[in-house]
């Protein structure tokens, strides 16, 4: 079974501080890693993409890609209520089948 | 540029009906993959379509069945309902530009109970 996992959470941090998301996978044949928020209730929404080794930066998002360990994070700076939400990390193999991990729900507080 | 349309929104069924979803990827998109949602198994792959052809299925039973049409349009039908295909079922289109996968982008969804 290739799996993608993730800690459920919830991760409970403080408005302004930085959020850290982990996910591991199994499945060494996974080219490319993605990271989704989904609020509840509603569909997943891709917020980063990383493709090789290394730390990739967006905004107030970093994704760090470590190939050797098979380890996947999403750093949040700057938290804010509004990232309260259940994050979704995904591997995609070769086939491009997104294999998702079961989700970390954060919960920012004021 | 529109999103990832999907309909209908909600559907309520009986056990042991059939059922059609659609989806329209955005424009320009080939790729489409359909998933079911459920809070125990989180989002599960179901297949996937590019140019007409099912070129990746889940490890789902034969009830669900999908096809893609030539303006990249999709629909997912499962037959014969039981109660533990109530779930989200989320359509995802994706741009494969030099075959790489710059990710999915995921429609509403349809939230599917069954009675």
């Known amino acids: 079974q290739k799996e993608v996992e993730q800690n459920s959470g919830p991760l409970s941090v403080p408005e302004g501080a930085i959020a850290s998301l982990n996910c591991t996978y199994s499945d060494r044949g996974s080219q490319s890693f993605f990271w989704y928020r989904q609020y509840s209730g509603k569909s997943p929404e891709l917020i980063m993409s990383i493709y090789s080794n290394g730390d990739k930066e967006d905004g107030r998002f970093t994704a760090q890609l470590n190939k050797a360990s098979q380890y996947v994070s999403l750093l949040i700076r700057d938290s804010q209520p509004s990232d309260s939400a259940t994050y979704l990390c995904?591997?995609?193999?070769?086939?491009?089948?997104?294999?998702f991990g079961g989700g970390t729900r954060l919960m920012v507080k004021p | 540029k529109a999103g990832v349309t999907q309909t209908p929104r909600y559907l309520i069924k009986t056990r042991g009906q059939q059922v059609t979803l659609s989806c329209s990827p955005i424009?320009?998109?080939?790729?489409v993959s359909w998933y079911q949602q459920t809070p125990g198994q989180g989002l599960q792959f179901l297949f996937e379509?590019?140019?007409?052809?099912?070129?990746n299925k889940g490890n789902f039973p034969g009830r669900f069945s999908g096809r893609q049409f030539s303006n990249s349009r999709s629909e997912m039908n499962v037959s014969t309902l039981e109660l533990g295909d109530s779930a989200l079922y989320l359509c995802?289109?994706?741009?494969?530009?030099?075959?790489?996968?710059?990710?999915?982008?995921f429609g509403s969804g349809t939230r599917l109970t069954v009675v």
């Open positions: 995904a591997g995609n193999n070769a086939g491009n089948m997104l294999t």
């Open positions: 995802a289109s994706s741009s494969l530009e030099g075959g790489s996968n710059y990710g999915y982008t």
């Open positions: 379509y590019f140019s007409e052809t099912q070129r």
């Open positions: 424009s320009g998109h080939r790729s």
